[in-house]
Structure formats: C-alpha cells, structure tokens
C-alpha cells in the first residue's frame, strides 16, 4: 500500500502534538527521584489492571457485536474483539485512526458494510461521551469544594473560545442542518451519481447510528456498557494501591482520575500521551498528592495500559490474518 504524503505529514503533526504536551508535563521531571519512586513500585497491582482491562475489552466487543448484528449479518466475537484491539493500536499512531481501521476489519472479515459499521461506532462513542459527562456531574457533586475552582477555569476557557468563535460553530451547525436534509430527507431524486452515491452512504451511517433502537438484547447491551465503565474505574484504581503516596487515595479520587482519564485519552493526541499525564497528574494535586508523584503515577498508569495495547494488538493484528472472510460461520448473502 502506497503511503501518501499528507498521511506522513498528518502523522508527524500528531506525534510532534504528544510529544510537546509530554515534554511540557515532564520537562522539569527529577528522573532520579522517579527511578527511586518506580523501584519501590509494588507492580503486582500493575498485572491486576492489566486483568481488569482486558475484561473491559471484552464487553466493548460484546456491546460492539450486538450493534454490528443489527445490519442483518452475524458478528463474531473473536473478530470483533481483534478489531477493538487492533483500533486500540492504530490510535497509538494516529488519534481516531483506530475507530476507522476496526470498522475495516468487521467489513473485510464479516461482509458488513463499512458505512453501517462507521455509525455504530459513532453511537458507541455517544453513548460513552454521555456516561463520561454524567460522571464528570456526579464527580462534581461528590467533590464540590474540592473541584470548584479547576472546573470553573476550565469551563470560563471553553466559553470564552466559543464565545470568540460563535460563527463558526453558526457555521457548523448550519452545514449539519443543510447536508441532513439534502441527503436524507429531501426525497427529490438527482441526475447526479455522486449525490446518490453519498446519499446511500450517509443513510447506511445514519442506520448504523440508529442500530442502538434495533438490537436484541437491550438489557445485555445496557449491563455491558456499565461494566465496561466500572472495569475502566477499577483498572485505574487499583493501580493506587502500588504505592505509599497513592494507596490512601480513595475511591473518590479514583473516579476523579478515570474522568480526567477519560477527557485526556479523548484528546487530538496519539494515544492520549501527554493529555492524558497532565490531567491525572493535574487532579492528584487537588487530593495533595506532591506534583512529582502525581506524575509518576500517571506515567505507570498509562505506561501499563499502552503496553497492553502495543502487545495485544500486534498479536490481534497477526491472529486476524489468520482467519479468512467469514470463514467463521460461512458464506453470508
């Protein structure tokens, strides 16, 4: 496959991104301190959210799978699961590249149209966005006094940015509002290829997002997507327990870290490195946690779960070639 130009350049800007945040969090890092901190790290806690990922990984494909089944063709697990981790892996390159890349792989192995898949990740991402904003309600609640001030900064700066640019978001809107009635409730028919083609694109995405109202299982699928987020806050939260400064933490500020977590891994930045550091380590602080052994945690944190990924996803990415086009349970129509 012949590597394009702006994709290498599309790259380099990403990595360029996480390295800067990386480096801005870290620059005035005292390693000898952090080798002394990582040595007395009790890293048995590390295997244990390791564990505990893995099962997150398994409802995200189970939860996954029953959306996928919603466009009228079987969804194996095994392959959904190699897909999950191998999009896992592709975000280490490029942000977003990875929701793109296991839609790929359910459509090349499974005969599902890429178009169905691309809006049941859409919904999938929804959904998450939704529990991740509800958590960030209940966190604020919970830990009103505690987060006032960091959340206040940080919401007075997205209003300001919105305020500055309101005609874009005008804009966007607009464009939204427009492209959805042009290709999907404007029933004129067209002369031009190119339009139908993209209007039958658009209505396969639009089906794919609203497969969530279709499935089987709804109660399977809503008892999946809370485990998957309290094995997110478990895998997190254990990880605490490795060490003397964090072991005290408690469950308050594990669910303070699985939010600011979440909100860094969601960053424009491959993998969330650099965002996701300088949230946790940022939060710990709030909970007087030194700024030094927060980001000594956040390092260990993320650095257990990239390698799961890194590891994982080679051995899914390998695996998967192995098995041919619904090979699994036959020739579909």
Known sequence: MKVKAKDVLKFAIALAFSAAIFWYVYKDFNINEALVSLKKFDYRWVVL??????????????RWGQLL?????????????????IGYLANTVFPRLGEITRCGIVSKKEGIPMTFAVGTVFTERLIDLIILLLL???????????????????FEN?????????????III??????????????RPSN??????????????????????????????????????VLYFLM?????????????????????????????????????????HAFVAGILVLYGLPESEGKIF????????????????????????????????????
């Open 69 to 85: 089944e919603v466009s009228g063709k079987k969804s194996t697990l095994i392959i959904n699961y190699f897909a999950v981790m």
């Open 49 to 62: 959210s390791i564990v505990l990922s893995f099962g997150s990984h398994f409802l995200r494909a189970l």
């Open 174 to 187: 607009g464009f939204g509002i427009w492209a959805f009635w042009f290709f999907i409730l404007s029933k």
């Open 298 to 333: 956040a390092l260990i944190l993320h650095t257990s779960q990239l390698f799961t990924v890194i590891v994982f996803g080679i051995i899914s990415l390998i695996l998967v070639n192995f098995i041919k086009p619904l090979e699994i349970h036959g020739e579909q129509e």
């Open 136 to 154: 960030t309600a209940l966190t604020f609640v919970l830990e009103f006094a505690r987060l006032n001030e960091y959340f206040s900064s940080t």
């Open 192 to 229: 031009s290829k190119w339009v139908e083609k993209i209007r039958k694109l658009i209505k396969q995405l639009y089906s794919g997002i609203l497969s969530i109202t279709k499935i089987k299982k709804p109660l399977l699928f809503w008892v999946n997507t809370i485990g998957i987020w």
């Open 158 to 170: 997205i209003t300001s940015l919105l305020t500055t640019y309101w005609w874009l978001v005008v």
């Open 236 to 276: 997190l939260y254990v990880i605490s327990f490795g060490s003397e400064e964090t072991k005290n933490l408690g469950p308050l500020a594990g669910l303070a870290i699985l939010v600011m977590g979440s909100f860094g891994m969601a960053a424009p930045t491959a993998n969330g490195v650099g965002s996701f």
